[in-house]
């Protein structure tokens, strides 16, 4: 029964491809729940994908039909990295098509842009398409949204307050702040960060268990990993750099839009226990140890970021 009800899936995945689903299907299967009983859960956690993201996008698309189109405001969205940037939109009530359009705009620069180092000119590029719906995102979001940044030497902290947008902006700056790769070096209260996935854990969920999390990185099919209700792992080339073109895009919407799709059908069961596997735990710690070399290199050895506009799609 499960092979038939996942073989729509198989056309969509390389054989690299693993969706997990990390909950129990038989007992699901025995309770029968049906989709429509699945309640919003308390609060939301996005996992750190960069490219990836375009996942939770696809998500989003089933979120909305299951919990209505304003789900991201009737619960706390928390995330980290380019989850801390699609959790800023689903809290502001932007609709699953608005996030399409942008990511498919930008993601039509390619890989080569990436190679120049210039992600950051597309985080700001998202950004500034968010700001323009919402110019007052920084007050509508106040208490609704936590955004993970993280410190020396690899302490996870929540931010839940901004002071205007140009402090949002810079709060998002630091969550997806991977060194080198993101030539924006910020800073939060004076502190010097990284990005905020590398130091998350279970005890800095909103609601424990209760928090549903979601994640497209590679590392959510580790060994051990405890940590995610609904996740892709994603090669690392997959979330780096861009899909292909129009069709790379819409792929990547729709694999996660099938996932979410057979995790309502199975009952909306989320995994118990929530914990990081132990290769995260302490390999994480060497990641950690090279980011903040990375870092500090960038800091005192490399000129500024002059921002340059990215390379998209026009709509005129």
């Not at 609601?207 to 090669?235: C, N, Q």
């Not at 290769?279 to 490399?302: D, K, P």
Request: proline share 7%; with cysteine; net charge positive.
């Amino acid at each position: 029964w499960l092979k038939n009800k996942l073989c729509y899936l198989k056309p969509l995945l390389p054989s690299s491809y693993s969706p997990i689903f990390q909950g129990n299907f038989a007992s699901m299967a025995e309770q029968g729940a049906a989709d429509s009983r699945v309640p919003l859960p308390p609060s939301i956690f996005l996992d750190g994908c960069a490219w990836g993201c375009s996942i939770y996008v696809g998500a989003q698309s089933v979120f909305e039909k299951m919990w209505g189109p304003d789900f991201g405001t009737r619960t706390i969205m928390q995330g980290d990295s380019a989850g801390a940037l699609i959790g800023v939109a689903w809290s502001l009530g932007l609709p699953a098509d608005f996030l399409e359009e942008v990511y498919s705009d930008l993601a039509m620069c390619g890989p080569v842009e990436m190679v120049k180092l210039r992600l950051s000119d597309y985080h700001d590029a998202a950004i500034d398409r968010i700001f323009q719906k919402f110019p007052d995102a920084h007050e509508r979001i106040r208490g609704r949204c936590q955004i993970g940044i993280t410190v020396f030497p690899r302490k996870h902290i929540w931010v839940t307050e901004w002071r205007d947008l140009a402090h949002l902006r810079n709060c998002l700056h630091c969550s997806m702040h991977i060194p080198l790769y993101c030539r924006e070096v910020p800073f939060w209260e004076g502190q010097a960060v990284v990005d905020g996935g590398i130091a998350i854990g279970g005890k800095h969920l909103a609601h424990g268990d209760r928090t549903l999390v979601l994640s497209a990185a590679p590392w959510s099919s580790w060994p051990g990993e405890r940590m995610f209700d609904l996740a892709i792992p994603l090669p690392i080339t997959q979330t780096m750099l861009p899909p292909s073109g129009d069709s790379g895009a819409q792929r990547m919407f729709e694999l996660g839009a099938s996932l979410v799709r057979e995790w309502f059908e199975n009952g909306g069961r989320m995994s118990p226990r929530k914990r990081r596997s132990a290769i995260f735990r302490v390999g994480g710690s060497a990641v950690c140890a090279g980011m903040w070399t990375l870092r500090a290199l960038e800091q005192y050895a490399l000129p500024s970021r002059v921002r340059r506009p990215p390379i998209q799609r026009s709509r005129l």
